[in-house]
């Protein structure tokens, strides 16, 4: 077992185990990355896949992630609301669209949407459609295959649901809901017919065997959109003490993500901000899809800073779905 050997295997459309997986992680960093950029060149070429997102709905949410400022459990200060005016979701589409991005997901806190707001969400999805013509995701939480089906008859394309780390540590994490919830949603929307974008945190307390799990979980169910956020701890939180990631920790992870799912898009989302480069170096070392923007509850870094740097690297933003 060797880098040289396990790069090979890829290539050649070959999987790696579990066991080679943390064989990868221990191996010397740049020449690391360089082979998950190999391998990212021969399954993805110059393919990025850039989205923006919206806070939809904000806060109040009955569901106790230890990470999260929108949870009523913590005491975060963040600003609630309900569901967005349309006007207001809809202007923010377009100006994604203007700015020459070709994804917008809808966020919103919360277990799940009511069947109300889902209803009403299915609306405004057909006017961002019919007007904007942006391809749609929504983040609606733990909906069933009817709920999803019904947005995916309204024009939506992705659905997006995190796995946020592996099943051994998900109790460490949350214990409002667990991650067989989490998997019967996602292969909720898949029956439905729509794709699916899951990923997770990095920082939440995890092991490296705990991110490889999440990783070969995350292959298992066939997800082609693989956001891999770095915790921002924040204050009020219990994760408000952990320690911060470093810019190597995360180009090591998105690396041996690359080399567990080489046709994926490797999403770099939350905390991308805090990376003293800003994610380029993330972005040569496997990585080749981002969130632009503002985050849910933290300022993000400008579609128009974002474009810049795509150029730089040889990039042509592109829709990718599964």
């Given at each position: 077992m060797t880098l040289h050997t396990l790069t090979e295997k890829v290539l050649k459309e070959g999987q790696v185990t579990?066991?080679?997986?943390?064989?990868?992680?221990?191996?010397?960093?740049?020449?690391?990355?360089?082979?998950?950029?190999?391998?990212?060149?021969?399954?993805?070429?110059?393919?990025?896949d850039l989205c923006t997102i919206i806070n939809g709905k904000s806060g109040r949410c009955s569901e106790n992630c230890k990470f999260c400022a929108q949870s009523a459990h913590n005491h975060t200060g963040v600003t609630e609301y309900?569901?967005?005016?349309?006007?207001?979701?809809?202007?923010?589409?377009?100006?994604?669209?203007?700015?020459?991005?070709?994804?917008?997901?809808?966020?919103?806190?919360?277990r799940q949407l009511s069947d109300q707001e889902t209803d009403r969400m299915c609306r405004l999805i057909?006017?961002?459609?019919?007007?904007?013509?942006?391809?749609?995701?929504?983040?609606?939480?733990?909906?069933?295959?009817?709920?999803?089906?019904?947005?995916k008859e309204a024009g939506v394309s992705r659905v997006h649901n995190n796995l946020e780390t592996s099943e051994r540590n998900f109790p460490n994490v949350c214990t409002t809901h667990t991650f067989a919830d989490k998997l019967q949603a996602i292969r909720a929307?898949?029956?439905?017919?729509?794709?699916?974008?899951?990923?997770?945190?990095?920082?939440?307390?995890?092991?490296?065997?705990?991110?490889?799990?999440?990783?070969?979980?995350?292959?298992?169910?066939?997800?082609?959109?693989?956001?891999v956020n770095m915790l921002n701890p924040i204050p009020g939180t219990p994760f408000e003490k952990n320690a911060g990631l470093t810019q190597e920790d995360m180009r090591r992870i998105?690396?041996?993500?690359?080399f567990i799912l080489p046709e994926a898009s490797i999403r770099l989302a939350g905390g991308r901000g805090l990376l003293p480069d800003k994610g380029k170096s993330c972005f040569t070392s496997g990585a080749n899809a981002a969130i632009s923007g503002d985050m849910l509850t933290t300022a993000g870094i400008t579609v128009r800073t974002d474009l810049e740097l795509l150029k730089e690297l040889g990039y042509e933003v592109k829709l990718y779905d599964e």
């Amino acid at each position: 077992m060797t880098l040289h050997t396990l790069t090979e295997k890829v290539l050649k459309e070959g999987q790696v185990t579990r066991d080679e997986a943390l064989y990868l992680y221990g191996q010397p960093l740049d020449e690391l990355c360089e082979s998950a950029d190999k391998i990212r060149r021969r399954f993805c070429s110059s393919r990025f896949d850039l989205c923006t997102i919206i806070n939809g709905k904000s806060g109040r949410c009955s569901e106790n992630c230890k990470f999260c400022a929108q949870s009523a459990h913590n005491h975060t200060g963040v600003t609630e609301y309900p569901l967005l005016p349309d006007e207001e979701i809809l202007a923010q589409a377009r100006s994604s669209r203007q700015q020459g991005v070709l994804r917008y997901s809808i966020v919103t806190s919360g277990r799940q949407l009511s069947d109300q707001e889902t209803d009403r969400m299915c609306r405004l999805i057909r006017r961002i459609r019919e007007e904007v013509g942006i391809s749609v995701c929504v983040s609606f939480g733990l909906l069933n295959e009817e709920q999803f089906r019904r947005l995916k008859e309204a024009g939506v394309s992705r659905v997006h649901n995190n796995l946020e780390t592996s099943e051994r540590n998900f109790p460490n994490v949350c214990t409002t809901h667990t991650f067989a919830d989490k998997l019967q949603a996602i292969r909720a929307a898949r029956a439905a017919g729509l794709s699916v974008c899951s990923g997770g945190i990095m920082g939440l307390g995890e092991t490296i065997e705990d991110r490889i799990d999440m990783a070969l979980s995350l292959r298992e169910l066939g997800i082609q959109s693989v956001p891999v956020n770095m915790l921002n701890p924040i204050p009020g939180t219990p994760f408000e003490k952990n320690a911060g990631l470093t810019q190597e920790d995360m180009r090591r992870i998105v690396a041996v993500y690359r080399f567990i799912l080489p046709e994926a898009s490797i999403r770099l989302a939350g905390g991308r901000g805090l990376l003293p480069d800003k994610g380029k170096s993330c972005f040569t070392s496997g990585a080749n899809a981002a969130i632009s923007g503002d985050m849910l509850t933290t300022a993000g870094i400008t579609v128009r800073t974002d474009l810049e740097l795509l150029k730089e690297l040889g990039y042509e933003v592109k829709l990718y779905d599964e």
